[in-house]
């Protein structure tokens, strides 16, 4: 796997207020690679996925997606650098007055140019790639359990065929056994199209399963970042507690025993 | 471009076909077209093979427009084979080899006459379910009012006050523009055309008893209804979208008691309050248009109005704003509550309460008129 950073973030600053949420923060995503970022509730996870994507303005630093500063681009670049990414919201985020085909048709149609049968074939393949049932597909977003909800939007987050896919708490709200066919899922689809991942998470089973990597966030810095051997050596009282404490060491001691 | 997707050449009963360029999203509807082309010489062929060598890009698109071709030539009879595909490019295409495989379902052909008479029909069931809806929550609120009226601390009076800074207070303004406003057009046209006949003193008589009666209540109870019967429904519906209203319910709270007894309590004492001072400013702008326009000095003017208006005219308008203000509340509460999940029936609903509640209004205002016209007030 070649070492090229998709994301990277050179001292980002970000606040509200007098409350510094980021100070400084840096930290890379490569080519092909599934990262997950962790932190303590309110530590800034969903404050950072949501200025590397542009909805919050930073006070200070760099961001560039794909080789693109988004600082420098103009409004045509930044169109189509939207086009290469794919973003699942904490929420779902699913349009409600449209039904879940419609919901993964909507970037397609908006985008590209396709034939009514190929709208539809598309649609449905990406749903059932996601392990939608083809009866689900016209259902509204307010008839679907949570699961089906996590999935119809990370069918639309891949819609496009994205080079990097953002995933807010993708399995939080799910059962365990959910939890891990979701986290398998995104490891296949990771594989098959190669994807570059960057995955917000309090899940330490998706960590230890899926992530080649991890950035721990604590006093808005990336205090961490390697795959999962370089945490639990981590010194830092956050990190230790985290990938140590009592579930934490259960996972790490099963994963040794494997 | 196109040309450099997928060209063929047939050799006696194989097709050769050699694949280039994109096989991407942005290229899916070219590619499409390119295929269709190639239809005719693939009916020819018994062998198809193509050779993905020169493909630089391929994503899920792509590979589902290859699947496609290999599942048409197949069923087709034809053998086929595919060389050049890299590893994982491979696993992709088996990825969508999986899909798409129940048939799609068949398009639901309606007859439109019978499509025609079932919307009469569903129209005129929604009529009926309009009316139990509207008797299901005048029974509901009737009942958590009887509830209240023997627990009296259980009103929300905080609730309450909030809401009727909103709806009586804040409203305040608008209002008294919008009937000193109509008041002085009333009295301008009375002016205007009693004045042929000389009888300009008379458009004091139709602008004080109109307004007392009709039009004074009409123009609160409409602006009400627009103002702040939208947004109770707007308020509740995304309540019931999030699931507010279930949670309220589990916790063992009657919905109708917590969140519209007081809304509509408030309704019920603000649109009398809001149609006294809107009269008043009805009648001010009567007045200073009188004067301006029709030269009939003010102490002319109160002369005229005295003689003209009785305390009935003004109890007439006065009886019918707290039933205006009920009306509104009922219809308002019972739209929002009808919010199913999507932002789009939400839309649809505050719109129907607003229109319902407008309707109810000029209903409710006419079966007055009858009535105070029997018992002759
Ligand atoms: N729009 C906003 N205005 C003000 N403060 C905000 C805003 N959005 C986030 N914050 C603050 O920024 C901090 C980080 O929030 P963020 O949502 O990134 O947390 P998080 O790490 O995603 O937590 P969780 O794991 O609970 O989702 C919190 O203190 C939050 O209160
Ligand atoms: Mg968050």
Redesign the interface.
Known sequence: MEARAVISVRDLVVGFGDHLVLDHLCLDAYSGEILGVVGASGSGKSVLLRTIIGLLPKREGQIEVLGLNLDEADEAQRRALERRWGILFQQGALFSSLTVRQNVQFPMRENLDLSPRLLDEMALAKLEMVGLARRDADKFPAELSGGMTKRAALARALALDPEIVFLDEPTSGLDPIAAGEFDALIETLQKTLGLTVFMVTHDLESLYTVCDRVAALADGKVVAAGPIAAMLECEHPWVKTYFQGKRGALLAERRVSV | MSATLLTGELEGERLKLAAGGSW???H??EL?QVAGRLEGEAERARYVSIDMGGVREF???GA?MLE?LLREWKAAGRETSITGLPE?DR??LA??A???R?P??PPRRENRLIAALASVGQAVAGVGRDLTSFADMFGALGYAAARVVRRPQDLRFTSAVHQLDRVGWQAVPIILLITFLIGGIIEQQGIFHFRKFGAELYAVDLVGILVLREIGVLIVAIMVAGRSGSSYTAELGSMM?REEIDALKTMGFDPVEVLILPRVLVLIVAVPVLTFIGSLAALYGGGVVAWLYGGISPDIFMARLTEAISVTHFKVGMIKAPFMGLVIGIVACSEGLKV??????LGLQTTASVVKSIFLVIVLDGMFAIFFASIGM
């Open positions: 991407t999203a942005s899916a509807s499409e994503d899920t698109f589902w496609r994982h696993g992709l990825a969508l999986r899909v798409n129940e799609p379902s979208m199913k999940g999507s932002a789009e029936s």
